[in-house]
């Protein structure tokens, strides 16, 4: 089955640039999206088709996806950016999602 | 207002069933593909089951394989998903979420909880 790889935990300091990488076999073939999520909360697209943003969500979240690997940027990262976030593509028609990066904003 | 809420959730035992809902509101419903997507507690997401629009193709994680089953009534806007013969394994938020305006899962209802303990 097809996987996704996230690191588990990223840190940044404010103002600072985060990237949060999502590797897999030829994921450079697929779309990656991206999902912030917040404690009790549910998740929130904030990059899909690789790069693109939905309409809300600031100019500071980019993504790009080559290769192996995808990679969320959150430029300019703010205390409000601290969460979870994941990676999904699709396997043919079988959604995977990575396990989650922990970002920590200190 | 763009929105899904699920219900349904609750405490089941071991071996039990439980059928959750997903009322779809301010889009096409019956235009998307709808999927059921779970969160252990402390855990990442884990995608459980999708259905196309008109429901001719259907698909399970190979974790619920053979034990849930994924419906929509398009004509009530809502999805729903069968789960059997539950596990303690199976304990976690449900959510249903809906690509209404990318290819990507853009819409998100607020999760109903599953807990399966005796």
């Known amino acids: 089955s097809y996987e996704l790889t996230q690191p588990p935990s990223v840190s940044v300091s404010p103002g600072q640039t985060a990237s949060i990488t999502c590797s897999g076999d030829k994921l450079g073939d697929k779309y990656a999206s991206w999902y912030q999520q917040k404690p009790g909360q549910s998740p929130v697209l904030v990059i899909y088709q690789d790069s693109k943003r939905p309409s809300g969500i600031p100019e500071r979240f980019s993504g790009s996806n080559s290769g192996n690997t995808a990679t969320l940027t959150i430029s300019g990262t703010q205390a409000m950016d601290e969460a979870d976030y994941y990676c999904?593509?699709?396997?043919?028609?079988?959604?995977?999602f990575g396990g989650g990066t922990k970002l920590t904003v200190l | 207002e763009v929105q899904l809420v699920e219900s349904g959730g609750g405490l089941v035992k071991p071996g039990g069933s439980l059928t959750l809902s997903c009322a779809a509101s301010g889009f096409t419903f019956s235009s998307y593909s709808m999927y059921w997507v779970r969160q252990a507690p402390g855990k990442g997401l884990e995608w459980v089951s999708s259905i196309s629009s008109s429901s001719s193709y259907i698909y399970y994680a190979d974790s619920v394989k053979g034990r849930f089953t994924i419906s929509r009534d398009n004509a009530k806007n809502s999805l729903y998903l069968q789960m059997n013969s539950l596990r303690a394994e199976d304990t976690a938020v449900y959510y249903c979420a809906s690509p209404a305006a990318t290819d990507a899962f853009d819409i998100w209802g607020q999760g109903t909880m599953v807990t399966v303990s005796s």
């Open positions: 999904q593509a699709w396997d043919s028609s079988i959604v995977v």
